[in-house]
Structure formats: structure tokens, C-alpha cells
Nanobody
Framework: QVQLVESGGGSVQAGGSLRLSCVVS??????????IGWFRQAPGKPREEVAR????????MYADSVKGRFSISQDNAKNTVDLQMNSLKPEDSAMYYC???????????????????????WGQGTQVTVSS
């Protein structure tokens, strides 16, 4: 059974930084078959994907709203996928979740699924609050 545990949330002022960490356990996730995503949900808004990483290909994708400010990375030795968040804005305030994503393949070409519909497993979330 896969378990994902987030940490690193907190309260910061606008322009500040936070680093979220997602520890993945329960199976050997560091393989070419895995994709990990970071999502967020603010009160009254739908859950949205902010970044995802194809562990095997080492490729990352970002939502336009965070591109250039957020960076997703993996640490194979620690089984973690981190989200570095810089230049934070009040609109980044939300509960942040990590998740495992569907990974597809066709004739040797692989890809990560995107969005809530592609999620296999969720973490419990960590709160980020950015004040102006």
C-alpha cells in the first residue's frame, strides 16, 4: 500500500519561500514507472495540479500560475519529491497535496497523466498560508 506524507507547510509573507517535501513509501517508487504530482486546493476552489515529475525520465511540468517560481525535484536516496516555492503570493495560499499519477506508455514513449483524474494515491496535505 502506497503512503505519501507531506511536510514543510507554514505561514510566510508575500515574496517569501517554502520547501514542501513528500515522502513516498510502501513500494519501490523510484523506478521508471512512476509519476508524482503536487496539487493545491484553496477554500471554495477546485483542486488543481501545480507541478508533476516523471521520475524515470527526469522531466517536470508546471502550471502557468507557478512557472518560474516553483520547482519540483526528487531525492532518490530519501524517496522524496520536493516542491520548492519561491516568490510566494497570497493567491498561493492553499492546502498542498502530493500524489502518485497514472503513467502511460505506447511504443516505448511514456508520459505522466495530468490532473485530478490521473491520481492514484493522495497524501494528507500540508497547509501553506501567504500573507500580503
Amino acid at each position: 500500500q502506497v503512503q505519501l506524507v507531506e511536510s514543510g507547510g507554514g505561514s510566510v509573507q508575500a515574496g517569501g519561500s517554502l520547501r514542501l517535501s513528500c515522502v513516498v513509501s510502501g513500494y519501490e517508487y523510484i523506478s521508471t514507472r512512476n509519476c508524482i504530482g503536487w496539487f493545491r486546493q484553496a477554500p471554495g476552489k477546485p483542486r488543481e495540479e501545480v507541478a508533476r515529475r516523471d521520475i524515470g525520465a527526469g522531466k517536470s511540468m508546471y502550471a502557468d500560475s507557478v512557472k518560474g517560481r516553483f520547482s519540483i525535484s526528487q531525492d532518490n536516496a530519501k524517496n522524496t519529491v520536493d516542491l520548492q516555492m519561491n516568490s510566494l503570493k497570497p493567491e498561493d495560499s492553499a492546502m498542498y497535496y502530493c500524489a502518485t499519477l497514472f503513467r502511460g506508455s505506447n511504443h516505448g514513449v511514456t508520459w505522466c497523466g495530468s490532473g485530478v483524474a490521473a491520481v492514484n494515491d493522495w497524501g494528507q496535505g500540508t497547509q501553506v498560508t501567504v500573507s500580503s
